[in-house]
């Protein structure tokens, strides 16, 4: 992963678990995260976001792209916490883009086979197959 050196700033928060390496490296991935939105990769997004690299990814990573890159993120701040166990938790991003707009964000981090992903993609349903609905049935 490519990371920005020197924008995480001395205000980020400590992570609330025992396993700071572990907090060490979702904290990078946010980090990834940003200098994919500054330097407007697909790519990179894809692999941050832990996803194949197919057509429903490449679209869904242009579109965060048109609303969230290339505006010179710089980040304020970044909180991990691992509370779903020792390979999930939360990250609550804090950033700052080069026109001052903020750009708060909250993602599950996710590792998975050592590398930690966040969950910011949403998976297409198979084809064919309904999606949950929260609709109550009509009488």
Request: glycine share 10%.
């Amino acid at each position: 992963m490519a990371l920005l050196s020197g924008c995480a700033s001395g205000d980020d928060q400590p992570a609330s678990s025992s396993s700071s390496a572990s907090a060490d490296g979702a904290r990078a991935a946010v980090v990834a995260y940003v200098d994919a939105l500054n330097s407007r990769s697909v790519a990179r997004l894809i692999d941050v976001g832990g996803v194949e690299d197919e057509t429903w990814s490449r679209r869904e990573a242009e579109r965060i792209l048109a609303d969230r890159g290339g505006r010179g993120w710089r980040i304020e701040g970044v909180r991990v916490d691992l509370d779903m166990g020792p390979d999930t938790g939360s990250a609550r991003l804090e950033a700052e883009d080069k026109a001052g707009r903020p750009l708060r964000d909250t993602f599950t981090v996710l590792r998975d086979d050592g590398a930690w992903h966040l969950a910011f993609f949403t998976q297409p349903t198979e084809s064919g197959k309904e999606s949950s609905s929260t609709d109550r049935p009509g009488t």
